[in-house]
């Protein structure tokens, strides 16, 4: 019983205790405020890297479960994918939902789970693709004027740099411009970007400009480029001043003492002139002091030269005494008045006479600035040119003007000597010569005959009236003054001066016109391969001529010639000319003798032969004379020189036919085909040309007979003087002869040469002795044939000098007739490339050659010369540009600047259809016409005739030729007939 009783009370007790206990909610917030996220190790609610424990089981028996907001992100089970780099922190809230018998509540927790961190090599990556350099304001990468900002660090990534040209751009960034004479600039500046082990490099290429040029800059080059004197110190005559110099400067003078070197107004050259009057006999020579002041704007700089003037070597004299005592070189000084102008040549002058004869005062290429009738003092030296006494390098003051001139006196052909190279009293003099008859033969001189004698006349009329023509086919009495007699052509020269009265015509009875008609009639006795044909007159001021042929197979009456042939025997033709005129008939016969043709040989054969022999020789052109004629080799060297314009261009293979003569005056024995010689043919161009290396100068001046007319290279040869005052520049030999080359003629600046300078490279052939030494033509140096590192347009090529080598991208806009062609820039600019390259019109090519200007024959054409390399075409099909606002006499006075220019014109006249030789000529305001090969380009000029127009003709200017322009690549539109 006590046992039940003590059990009933536990278990009372028990009941009471459980009545009193917790409740359910309070449970489940006990279970809450205890729940918690479980991170992983270095993991907090603000920074989740890794997944995190969620318990499903709590305090209190409290069951847990739980959702996420972005499972993406954090998965219900806890597991965490973060965010790629770039995505940025993601937020997520955990929702716990907590659960106890039919009860629950919920806790939230807000997480952020961190993006990916970058590796080092995408930090790296990421750096260069933003890494910019930062430029000043206005500048970019193409034009680089100011300091630059070179970034150092991106994040945790650093940055150093390293520049290529650091005294351009250093590697902080700090730029120095390059000087105005130097090129523009190109700067590679490369970045090195490092994280952790990681690195990569970025390059960038910057443009550095040259600083401009400021106008102190312009003024100080334009001082140092200035010459005078060709750089002598010594004057005996008046020269030329510049007044414009370059970069836009101007340039003026002053003199210390203007009565020996006065500064003038007058024009003289390109600039003004110096008057120079030199001390009288007996006194002491002066030293001036000129100076220019170079002026840009407000910038200005001086230059001073001493300039040493000798007083005069000589007293007063006359010209007889001048004329018949002198020796070479003498220096003389006379008072006389001017009585005829020689301007009407490459070489001119002017006659004078003193009351006691007269003399013809040599004035270079210059037009003297003098008018007939003027009294002058003349200063110069004494020389004689084909026997005629005359005075060299004059120095002349005009006294005054308007005075009276010598009479004529008269003076028949029969009185003239014709003994070569013979002074006599009569040269310059002013004469009457009567009864001449006048005839053009095509020439550049008239021809005018008296008693069969007929000699040489050239009309020196001021302004180039041709006064002369008026009275082609005519006798007349004329006044003309005494020349030279030519040795080559045995003939008299005589200057037509144009003085009041100085030509008539004289009237002639029937008798007397067939007589004059007979006299002057003449045929060659003998016919070689020279002549390619007989002109047989028909009539000859009022005289009418038939002709009768004993063999017209040979000589038929129109002239042509039909020669034996080789081996074959010489033909003797007669030929009977019928003269008649009113009741008057004579008649005058003719035996020619036809030589047959001559074998081709080699220049090593002919010079075998004697001289008279007409030589047919075929062989390459060496060289180009640069005054006339040209050089012809065979291959091994062996050369001769031709004394004629052909036309022909350094490399052409040809066939010639020439007489042979030996040049023997002056201690020259050079072979040469003499002026006549016929070009027969360019066989081929572009060939190689033979070049004699092994020599020494004093082999050369030593042997110069065996090395006439040879091309040949001497290397590290001294300068001995790089002027003598006449422009010669003289080679030093180990002997009494040397060298000497005239600079100026081939394009070569001396401006920095001094006495014992070394020139590296010089090539040449050898042409003649003169004055004691061995003269140079066709000159060539290496110094400046530097390779081009970068292509330039043709705008740029043309301001470079003779013999650089250049390299040029243009456009193809037409193919010369025979070789070459020509490339333009995109504003028509062009420049004539001789080379036989395989290109087509509007081919965009890129070409490098040498640079060089042809000047023979009044050019002035910049080209590419024979030799060129075609280094690409690199497009074809481009569009041309051509000039259309221009007229061909626009073009025609100013064929230098539209020099291998593709051009149009419209409605342009013929003059004439064709000349004889194939040309048809377009007519122009002046005497220069434009003309062009019609046969060349297949066009038919049967239909047309003189005067008719040409709608429209498209051309490249070419050069000149014979003294008209001649255009070539010719397309034209129909011709209207007038």
Not at 434 to 450: K, L, M, P
Not at 457 to 470: K, M, R, S, V
Not at 529 to 540: A, D, G, I, K, N
Not at 931 to 957: E, H, L, Q, R
Request: proline residues 2%; glycine residues 6%; hydrophobic residues 35%.
């Amino acid at each position: 019983m006590k046992k039940f009783i003590a059990l009933f009370l536990t278990l009372s007790f028990m009941l009471v205790l459980a009545a009193c206990g917790p409740n359910t909610g309070e449970l489940l917030n006990e279970a809450k405020e205890d729940l918690n996220v479980v991170y992983s190790n270095g993991d907090s609610a603000d920074s989740v890297t890794k997944r995190v424990t969620l318990i499903t089981s709590g305090i209190n028996s409290a069951i847990i479960t739980w959702e996420s907001s972005n499972t993406d992100v954090i998965a219900n089970d806890g597991t965490v994918t973060r965010p790629d780099f770039g995505d940025g922190d993601a937020e997520v809230t955990l929702t716990a939902t907590i659960m106890k018998e039919d009860e629950s509540v919920t806790k939230a927790f807000d997480l952020i789970v961190k993006e990916i961190e970058q590796t080092d090599q995408e930090k790296v990556d990421a750096a260069k693709t933003n890494l910019e350099i930062t430029f000043a304001t206005g500048d970019d990468a193409s034009s680089v004027t100011s300091d630059i900002t070179l970034p150092t660090e991106d994040g945790d990534v650093t940055i150093s740099w390293i520049s290529a040209k650091t005294d351009i751009i250093t590697n902080a960034g700090v730029v120095t411009r390059p000087a105005y004479t130097e090129d523009d600039e190109m700067v590679v500046l490369t970045a090195t970007l490092t994280a952790g082990n990681e690195l990569a490099t970025k390059s960038f290429t910057l443009t550095v400009p040259a600083h401009p040029m400021t106008d102190a800059d312009a003024a100080e080059e334009t001082k140092s480029k200035i010459i005078i004197l060709s750089n002598a110190t010594e004057a005996t005559s008046s020269f030329a001043l510049p007044t414009v110099g370059a970069n836009d400067t101007v340039i003026s003078w002053t003199s210390s003492n203007a009565d020996v070197i006065e500064i003038t107004s007058e024009t003289m050259g390109a600039g003004i002139k110096a008057k120079l009057t030199r001390p009288a006999f007996g006194e002491d020579d002066a030293t001036i002091t000129l100076t220019a002041t170079i002026t840009k704007n407000d910038a200005s700089v001086t230059r001073t030269w001493d300039i040493d003037v000798p007083a005069l070597e000589t007293a007063p004299t006359t010209i007889a005494d001048f004329k018949m005592t002198a020796s070479a070189g003498d220096e003389f000084t006379f008072t006389a008045t001017v009585i005829g102008l020689h301007v009407v040549d490459k070489y001119k002058g002017f006659y004078v006479y003193d009351g006691t004869e007269s003399t013809y005062i040599h004035n270079g290429t210059s037009v003297p600035d003098v008018s007939i009738g003027d009294e002058v003092t003349i200063t110069g030296e004494f020389d004689v040119y084909h026997g005629m006494p005359q005075l060299a390098y004059p120095n002349i003051e005009v006294l005054s003007s308007g005075n009276t001139t010598p009479d004529p006196y008269v003076k028949a052909f029969s009185e003239f000597d014709t003994t070569a190279s013979t002074r006599t009293e009569y040269h310059s003099d002013y004469i009457t010569l009567e009864n001449v008859f006048i005839t053009d033969e095509g020439e550049s001189y008239y021809f005018i005959t008296q008693e069969g004698i007929k000699y040489e006349l050239f009309d020196q009329t001021a302004g180039n009236e041709d006064i002369i023509n008026n009275y082609v086919g005519k006798s007349v009495n004329i006044n003309v003054i005494v020349h030279s007699y030519h040795s080559l052509h045995k003939a008299w020269q005589f200057s037509f001066v144009n003085q009041p009265g100085d030509i008539e015509e004289v009237v002639l009875t029937d008798a007397e016109k067939l007589a004059n008609a007979k006299s002057i009639l003449s045929l060659p006795t003998e016919i070689t391969e020279l002549v390619q044909s007989l002109t047989l007159p028909t009539s000859s001021n009022d005289v009418t001529i038939s002709w009768v042929s004993t063999d017209s197979n040979v000589i038929a009456l129109d002239g042509t010639i039909s020669q034996p042939a080789i081996g074959e025997s010489e033909v003797v033709v007669t030929l009977t000319a019928t003269l008649t005129v009113g009741s008057e008939t004579d008649t005058k016969v003719f035996e020619i003798t036809v030589k047959p043709q001559v074998a081709v040989t080699t220049v090593t054969d002919a010079l075998t032969q004697v001289d008279g022999d007409v030589v047919k020789i075929k062989a390459i052109v060496s060289g180009l004379h640069s005054d006339s004629g040209y050089f012809i080799q065979d291959v091994d060297g062996t050369a001769i020189y031709v004394d004629e314009d052909h036309y022909v261009e350094v490399g052409d293979e040809i066939i010639v036919i020439g007489k042979l003569d030996t040049y023997d005056s002056y201690g020259n024995n050079q072979r040469k085909l003499v002026s006549g010689a016929v070009l027969d043919s360019v066989v081929s161009k572009f060939n190689t040309t033979t070049v004699k290396t092994d020599l020494t100068a004093q082999q050369i001046v030593d042997n110069h007979s065996l090395y006439s007319s040879q091309l040949i290279t001497l290397t590290n040869v001294t300068i001995k003087q790089v002027d003598d005052g006449y422009g010669y520049t003289f080679v030093e030999t180990n002997g009494s002869m040397e060298f000497k080359f005239k600079a100026s003629d081939f394009g070569i600046d001396t401006t920095t040469w001094v006495d014992g300078g070394t020139l590296s490279v010089i090539s040449f052939n050898v042409y003649d002795v003169h004055y004691s030494d061995l003269r140079l033509d066709n000159v060539t140096l290496a110094e400046v044939a530097q390779p081009p590192v970068t292509t330039s347009t043709v705008t740029q090529t043309l301001q470079e000098s003779d013999n650089t080598v250049v390299r040029i991208t243009g456009v193809v806009t037409g193919l010369n007739f025979d070789s070459g062609y020509f490339v333009q820039d995109t504003d028509g600019t062009a420049i004539y490339v001789r080379a036989g390259h395989n290109v087509t019109v509007g081919d965009q090519v890129d070409v490098t050659g040498r640079l060089e200007t042809f000047t023979k024959y009044g050019n002035d054409q910049k080209r590419l010369a024979s030799g060129a390399v075609l280094n690409n075409v690199v497009s074809s099909n481009n569009a041309l540009t051509v000039k259309t606002d221009l007229t061909a006499q626009q073009i025609v006075d100013n064929h230098s600047q539209y020099s291998s220019q593709l051009i149009t014109l419209t409605d342009v006249i013929i003059d004439q259809v064709d000349d004889g030789y194939g040309y048809t000529f377009i007519k122009t305001n002046g005497s220069m016409l434009i003309k062009f090969k019609a046969a060349d380009y297949s066009i038919d000029t049967s239909s047309w005739t003189d005067g008719d127009t040409i709608p429209v003709i498209s051309f490249n200017v070419y050069d000149v030729n014979y003294s008209n322009l001649r255009v070539v690549n010719v397309t034209l539109a129909d011709v209207i007939q007038p």
